[in-house]
């Protein structure tokens, strides 16, 4: 399992530095609209792509940066396309919040709250009636499931045993708004029971525990066993968006969350288990940041698009 929790680790530090580089980028005024941080949730991401393939199916919300990371996304291309160049997933039109990259299975983020998961859910059918073994995820945050869409969806992907898995990423905000203020569940998983389907809570700060989780709902999707409900704790160390005052919530809050840092975590327990040195998972985070920016350099090199191509590829 060592080199699986290494690989957990190399991905969610990809996942943070690419955030904070891109934060950077976004405070000079290079990158467009606003800057919906994914810095404390990146367990989630590097658990559940572990148990993909490159070829299942993913739909991610405006904070989908590191699920693409997570599976497979070019961060040359995905810096290009926040700098809106021609190199870009979607030749620079996309910005943060709409990134989209078939070759990986990654079928768009979204601004929209819970549009992501009837897209996932048509991918999961495309999946069955083609009688393949692909699988779809959709990636959402608390807010989505009180939208009128996931209950359809959940109901419709139970009805007819669909290959999705739903993964709700509670960082205990929708938008501005505490988790306790929006519903009166206790977990959002218990929902599931009403449309007849697994739910399963996990602690999403712990990038092991969530690999273990989708792993099983994964499989049991691809051999037909229909969808999973997931309910990842976890917390955004910022705010909702760059630049929120985040009045809403206290300092001692989130100091206590940062405690509790994904990526603190796994390195705690890879060096108290013997699996890892400090210089060892400093030389991780230093490929990392190497490999990031090299591709941010080449990224904000690379070419603007013509005016000419502003209506190519917009239905």
Known sequence: MSEALLGFYRGMVTIRNFEEMAIEL?????????????????????????????????????????????????????????????DGYCKGKGGPMHITDMTTGILGANGIVGAGIPIAAGA?????????????????????????????????????????????????????????RSVKNKDLVERADAFRLPGVIVDGNDAEAVYEVASTAVERARRGGGPTL??????????????????????????????????????QKLLEQGLATEALLAEIEEQAIARLKQAEQSARLSNEPDKEQILLDVF
């Open 230 to 267: 997931i309910e990842a704790k976890t917390y955004r160390l910022q705010g909702h968006m760059y630049g929120d005052s985040e009045m809403y919530r206290t300092k001692e809050e989130v100091a206590n969350w940062r405690k509790m840092d994904p990526i603190v975590r796994l390195k």
């Open 124 to 180: 999961a059918l495309s999946a069955k009636m083609h009688k393949t073994d692909r699988v779809a995820v959709a990636f959402f945050g608390d807010g989505a499931m009180n939208q009128g869409v996931a209950s359809e969806t959940l109901n419709m992907a139970s009805l007819w045993d669909l290959p999705v898995v739903f993964v709700c990423e509670n960082n205990l905000y929708s938008e501005m708004t505490p988790f306790h």
């Open 26 to 86: 976004y405070k000079e005024g290079l990158i467009g609209g606003s800057y919906h941080s994914y810095i404390g949730q990146e367990a989630v991401a590097a658990g559940v792509c572990s148990a993909l393939r490159i070829d299942d199916y993913i739909t991610t919300t405006y904070r989908g940066r590191g699920q693409h990371l997570a599976k497979g996304a070019d961060p040359y291309k995905l810096f290009a396309e926040l700098l809106g160049r021609e």
